[in-house]
């Protein structure tokens, strides 16, 4: 991984290109390779992956509905949460035994 100057050619660039990726961190260009995996996921990360999509679908169904997106607004003040989508995952997978 290199971090690249600002007055570089590539500085600003994102994507893939074939191996090389490029990606912005705190203004500053980073390159590097590919993570190439080889493994399938064992049952433990796809039960997880499962979970965290049943979350993100409850979050979604939540936010739909004016009157609920406030009041999760201020559970993510409570939370110290950054907004109302966080602290409705939050809340799901707290209640699901996710964290």
């Known amino acids: ?3 690249l100057s600002d007055d ?3 500085h600003g660039l994102s ?3 074939g191996n090389v990726i490029f990606y912005q961190r705190y203004g500053k260009t980073i390159i590097g390779l590919a993570p190439a995996y080889q493994h399938q996921p064992t049952i433990k990360q796809i039960s997880r992956q499962k979970l965290f999509a049943d979350a993100v679908a409850y979050a ?4 739909s509905d004016p009157q609920m997106k ?3 607004s201020q559970l993510a ?3 110290k949460k950054v907004n109302a989508y966080q602290a409705a995952i939050a809340e799901y997978l707290m209640k699901n035994k996710g964290l």
Do not use: D, V
């Open 70 to 72: 406030a009041t999760y």
């Open 8 to 10: 570089s050619l590539f």
């Open 77 to 79: 003040h409570k939370l």
């Open 1 to 3: 991984m290199a971090i």
């Open 15 to 17: 994507g893939k290109h």
């Open 60 to 63: 979604k169904n939540i936010l």
